[in-house]
């Protein structure tokens, strides 16, 4: 069955400096996703990605974050300076050619910032 | 902006009873997705309901959405400990993204 898989499984760093956290959506899918769970919290939703280009982005999403599809299967999320706050599960998900339909989660990156 | 709430926030159940989760939205529901997570693991998708009044059904879990589509229910008949884990409500608010919205989470433990 067709998967969603995620880098790192776990990365620890330090405040202040730039992470990079991976995604390779299932291939034939075409509406990509960021969301983050702090630990205890909800599944909050970050950003979603549609035809190269952010179609939304929540409050959460600031200057800090960036998304980017440098090929045709990668997907990735960037912050640029780590904050304590943005320890957290990171989740991709992707949605295939229907407009409605399940999301398929990764598995999570576990960011660590100390 | 939509706000999902899920109850109990917490159930211990012992192996082989009934149970049923809420979820209650603040707008009505273009869509409603019923995941269930494992702690520290990934979301598994279970169910998504659309239609005022659906009820769908897979082996031992029940989700029915009611007629205003703004509460669902998730009902486990018979549950095992493999039922166990954290189940979260989502919606598709606008219905245009398919971004999904997802509730406080309720976790579930079986006694064997």
Redesign the interface.
Known sequence: EPE?TQTPSHQVTQMGQEVILRCVPISNHL?F?WYRQILGQ????LV?F?NNEI??KSEIFDDQFSVERPDGSNFTLKIRSTKLEDSA?Y?C?S?GTG??????????S?LTVL | SQELEQSPQSLIVQEGKNLTINCTSSKTLY?L?W?K?KY??????LM?L?KGGEEKSHEKITAKLDEKKQQSSLHITASQPSHAGIY?C?A?GS???????????TLLAVQP
């Open positions: 969603v509406y996703y909800k599944v909050e939703f979603s549609y179609s939304e599960m989740f998900a949605l407009r409605t339909g399940e999301l398929f989660f990764g598995e999570g576990r | 869509g997705y995941y997570q520290g693991e990934g979301l598994i998708f998504m659309q979260l989502g598709d219905g245009a993204t398919n971004k999904l919205i997802f509730g406080t989470g």
